[in-house]
């Protein structure tokens, strides 16, 4: 049965552009929420049923024997047989999924402003990527804010011009030396010399705006994605360019998953209509947003479609947004927002899948005006499943769903995040699962870390946080998931992904770091935020996803065993005292900051500062392998829970320094006793052992409510 409030949304909200019978869905939806309610907790029983056998076994095993550990996790289930090859037969899906490359974007749903500006970062502005991060050396200019700084604006361009110059070069010459582009036969450039030149690959070129002698604007493309040379000679920074360009415009984040969790703190169901209002508003094309920015008020709304003639002067439509993905909550959490046969709060996830698909319907028939998939599909990304058997069970679910609102089957697609270890030991078995559905599967190094730490708690001690990443597993992990993706057949009709950069100030470092990414055949991965997604885009025009994949279909497939060997350091019985108080300030600073917010603020994801003030992207993913951390070197004598609570007081008031500009701020260190963010920080670590796989959502959704609760009271 559905909450009142729900119900009252559907019913005003939804139904009205929906193509049901409300009459049958309340019925439909009782009864899903009945057969399904059993089969998760069922699956959850297995999770800790799993993890208890695994937990006795190293305890009972203190030198890791690393066949017999693997016989062992044969054995019990954890890791099952491959069957033969397959490939995927997923159908109708967008060209943004199948087969174009590029940047994709990860936002809070809840947040309307953000959802609307990562929804509109298809497209942006590469002059002010440059221009406002530290990718161009500041120098003379670092001074930006006395307005335009011609000295950093000509470094600006001239990095944009390098980057045509590799993108789209010329038959002769550089980007560099033009003074006119015109459309005449394709486009031709006129350089400084007075010669004419032309492209040296014309395919590159695919529209213009204005007239043909004299284009406002030029369309190119380069490994599928757009640049946009925006023309004009009467703007400040136009007027100085020998060709009038007054910006590039790069296509960015061709997709963008709208986030209902990690990133989101939605704990009741008023939380939860507000996130669904946000997703069918988005899906309707009418979502917006009003706030004030320097005193000037501001309505964001989204994109249009941008229009364009091409080179034979027909106008055509490049989209404007990006396509939008919905993920879901994972198995874990119940809510208020319905109840089964029995009045037991329903698996939350039941009710994401449905909200999600019946908003996304309206969408599917809109023949007219906004439109999210032009191929028919809904997209849903799955987080935290542990293996096969959760993910067919999650097909099943779409299958039922599909079945209620009459689409077609399979009009569902399947996102699978390979965040879990019992998911990535048995990826291929995960994808069969999936294979009718499957659009997406991606590596996530932070939930990853954390279930390694967590799953093998008791077989030793886990070295510092930032050298994890250093160990054997990682590279497994993230060679493996490409080379299983490609060899199921995902080239052409999936994304294989990557994770996130966690620094969002540190755009110049990204710029260094993250061409990796699609340099391992990922065709898309995670970025903080618009900018960075411009910035990303550049590495897809510098390589060749396509053919990267191509060349890694041809090596060699990377072990499992290198997957099962466990991240641990043998610390010596003298080790330092100052090295353990140093890795604790850095991991309880880290969880109080992002605790005290998720809490007391309701900020589900944000920049908080580390205790170097350097500003990095939290969430519950982060939070968890933070928690887990150092329940491990509490588990195993490195730390006790003295030496942590005298930490944890401490960072508080580091943390409560970096907040005191904030009036909505209550410092921690002023009230121990009191303050909920505290308690919740302490039950994360100390009661880390009974959450289940060590997830924070129990904990901080307990006391966000409470919170909430008193709050409301006051």
């Not at 949304?9 to 309610?37: G, K, R, T, V, Y």
């Not at 947004?321 to 029995?342: H, I, P, Q």
């Not at 990922?522 to 897809?540: C, D, Q």
Request: contains cysteine.
């Amino acid at each position: 049965m559905l909450h009142p409030k729900l119900r009252h949304f559907i019913e005003q909200e939804i139904l009205p552009f929906a193509e049901i019978d409300a009459a049958q869905l309340w019925d439909a939806i009782n009864l899903l929420i009945d057969d399904f309610s059993e089969g998760t907790r069922t699956l959850l029983r297995q999770r800790q049923d799993l993890q208890r056998k695994i937990d006795l076994w190293h305890q009972t095993h203190r030198t890791l024997d690393e066949k017999k550990y693997k016989k062992f996790l044969r054995s019990i289930g954890y890791l099952e047989t491959e069957g033969p090859d397959f490939s995927i037969c997923t159908e109708n899906v967008d060209a943004e999924i199948a087969s174009l490359s590029g940047p994709q974007l990860v936002v809070p749903l809840k947040n309307a402003r953000f959802a609307i500006n990562a929804a509109n970062a298809r497209w942006g502005s590469l002059y002010d990527a440059l221009y406002g991060s530290d990718v161009i050396i500041a120098g003379e200019d670092q001074n930006l804010m006395s307005g335009y700084c011609p000295v950093r604006g000509k470094k600006v361009i001239s990095y944009a011009r390098t980057f045509l110059d590799s993108s789209a070069p010329l038959l002769s010459g550089s980007h560099a030396d033009v003074v006119r582009y015109q459309i005449d036969d394709g486009l031709a450039a006129i350089m400084n010399n007075g010669l004419k030149t032309s492209l040296k690959n014309p395919v590159h070129f695919v529209g213009y705006r204005g007239s043909s002698p004299n284009p406002s604007s030029i369309l190119l493309r380069n490994n599928g994605l757009h640049i946009h040379l925006v023309i004009d000679r009467d703007s400040e920074v136009g007027n100085s360019d020998r060709a009038g360009i007054k910006d590039i415009h790069l296509e960015a984040a061709l997709t963008t998953i709208m986030d209902c969790e990690d990133s989101v703190a939605a704990v009741d169901v008023d939380d939860k209509i507000t996130v669904y209002r946000n997703w069918l508003e988005l899906m309707q094309g009418t979502l917006s947003a009003h706030f004030t920015k320097k005193t000037k008020e501001i309505a964001r709304t989204l994109n249009n479609d941008l229009r364009f003639l091409d080179p034979k002067g027909n106008e055509f439509k490049v989209a404007g947004k990006s396509l939008l993905f919905n993920r879901n909550v994972g198995f874990l959490m119940t809510s208020e927002l319905a109840t089964d046969s029995s009045g037991i709060d329903a698996p939350e996830h039941i009710i994401d899948a449905l909200l999600t698909a019946l908003i996304s319907s309206i969408d599917l028939n809109n023949s007219s005006g906004y439109q999210n998939s032009k191929a028919g599909s809904i997209y849903i990304v799955k987080p935290k499943m542990h293996g096969p058997a959760e993910v067919k069970f999650t097909c099943e679910l779409f299958s039922r769903i599909e079945s209620i609102l009459r689409l077609k089957p399979y009009t569902i697609k399947l996102g699978i995040m390979d965040e879990e270890r019992r998911t990535s030991l048995n990826l291929k078995e995960c994808i069969r699962a999936a294979k009718t559905r499957l659009v997406f599967i991606n590596t996530g190094f932070l939930d990853r870390t954390g279930d390694e730490i967590y799953t093998s708690m008791y077989a030793g001690t886990v070295p510092e946080k930032d050298k994890i990443k250093e160990y054997e597993w990682i590279k497994s992990y993230e060679s493996r998931n490409v080379e299983i993706g490609l060899s199921c057949g995902l080239r052409g009709r999936a994304q294989i992904g990557k994770g996130m950069w966690a620094m969002p100030d540190e755009m110049a470092t990204m710029m260094q770091e993250k061409i990796k990414h699609p340099q391992a055949g990922a065709s898309t991965a995670w970025v903080p935020s618009p900018t960075a997604a411009v910035l990303h885009a550049i590495h897809y025009h510098l390589v060749d996803v396509k053919k990267t994949q191509e060349n890694i279909l041809n090596q060699n497939k990377t072990s499992v065993d290198s997957l099962l060997k466990i991240p641990l350091k043998q610390f010596s019985e003298d080790v330092s005292e100052k090295f353990v108080e140093h890795e604790l300030e850095k991991n309880l600073q880290s969880i109080l900051g992002y605790v005290v917010r998720w809490v007391e603020h309701g900020i589900g994801c944000s920049k908080v500062p580390d205790i170097n003030n350097i500003g990095l992207m939290e969430d519950r993913a982060t939070l968890r392998i933070s928690a887990v951390h150092i329940a491990n070197w509490l588990a195993h004598g490195l730390t006790n829970q003295e030496q942590i609570l005298e930490t944890m007081q401490r960072m508080a008031r580091v943390v409560d320094l970096q907040n005191s500009n904030d009036p909505l701020y209550t410092p921690m260190a002023e009230n121990f006793d009191t303050s909920y963010g505290f308690a919740a920080a302490k039950a994360l670590i100390f009661e880390n052992h009974a959450l289940p796989n060590g997830y924070t959502e129990p904990v901080l959704h307990s006391y966000r409510i409470k919170h909430k609760n008193r709050t409301a009271m006051c």
